[in-house]
């Protein structure tokens, strides 16, 4: 069980869009459609803001999207807000029951 | 309003155990798997395991690096679901968070967070 690959940080304006990546394997990413995405705030619990690849739970701005293209999968954010300065962790399903974490992608809003 | 409160952390030493506590509230413990995740200080998520709901006969799974160690029980007329960690190291020194399913059935997303309990592994 490897961690997915997410960029240490990414940065954008205000009103902007970024795109956060992650990439994984033909185990895991490449394979299943079970791709969700967290928002994690200094010293706070980390929060769902995408889930089965491109669904929103309800309650999250529409701004957060999610994709997938083989064995990557991408988080944008558009209309960057200063609020959306956080950290942001993809998850995949791994097969046999398990799960998978990236390794974090820290966004700056300049 | 579903609420989860992680407790039993502490400071341990190497090779002994710790129970930890997800006390639950704001919907029906028993209708939804309980996942345990953990992050070391400064570094990313790392899921530890879950355990399924009663429908699936609470059967649990679990991540390589803990299997065998690790434990995770459920006790559906309490609401509370349990991690037991044994034969502790350093290397298990992490704030612990339990989470909720966001469904009775299907993919097992990490929907509900409670706020975490730190375990502390130190000799």
């Known amino acids: 069980q490897s961690a997915l690959t997410q960029p240490a940080s990414v940065s954008g304006s205000p009103g902007q869009s970024i795109t956060i990546s992650c990439t994984g394997t033909?185990?895991?990413?490449?394979?299943?459609?079970?791709v969700s995405w967290f928002q994690q705030h200094p010293d706070s619990a980390p929060k769902l803001i995408i889930y089965?690849?491109?669904k929103r739970p309800s309650g999250v701005s529409g701004r957060f999207s999610g994709s997938k293209s083989g064995n990557t999968a991408s988080l944008t954010i558009s209309g960057l807000q200063a609020e959306d300065e956080s950290t942001y962790y993809c998850?995949?399903?791994?097969?046999?029951?398990?799960?998978?974490f990236g390794g974090g992608t820290k966004l700056t809003v300049l | 309003e579903v609420q989860l409160v992680e407790s039993g952390g502490g400071s341990e030493q190497p090779g002994r155990s710790l129970r930890l506590s997800c006390t639950t509230s704001?919907?029906?413990?028993?209708?939804?798997?309980m996942i345990w995740v953990r992050q070391a200080p400064g570094k990313g998520l790392e899921w530890i395991g879950f355990?399924?709901?009663?429908?699936?006969?609470?059967?649990?799974e679990y991540a390589a690096s803990v299997k065998g160690r690790f434990s995770i029980s459920r006790d559906d007329s309490k609401a509370i679901a349990y991690l037991q960690l044994n034969s502790l190291t350093t290397e298990d020194t992490a704030m612990y968070f339990c989470?909720?399913?966001?469904?009775?059935?299907?993919?097992?997303?990490?929907?509900?967070w409670g706020q975490g309990t730190l375990v502390t592994v130190s000799s």
């Open positions: 704001g919907f029906t413990f028993g209708d939804y798997a």
């Open positions: 998850c995949s399903y791994a097969g046999s029951s398990t799960w998978v």
């Open positions: 989470a909720r399913s966001m469904a009775t059935t299907g993919p097992i997303y990490f929907h509900y």
């Open positions: 033909n185990s895991d990413v490449g394979i299943y459609t079970y």
């Open positions: 355990i399924r709901n009663k429908a699936y006969s609470g059967t649990t």
């Open positions: 089965d690849v491109t």
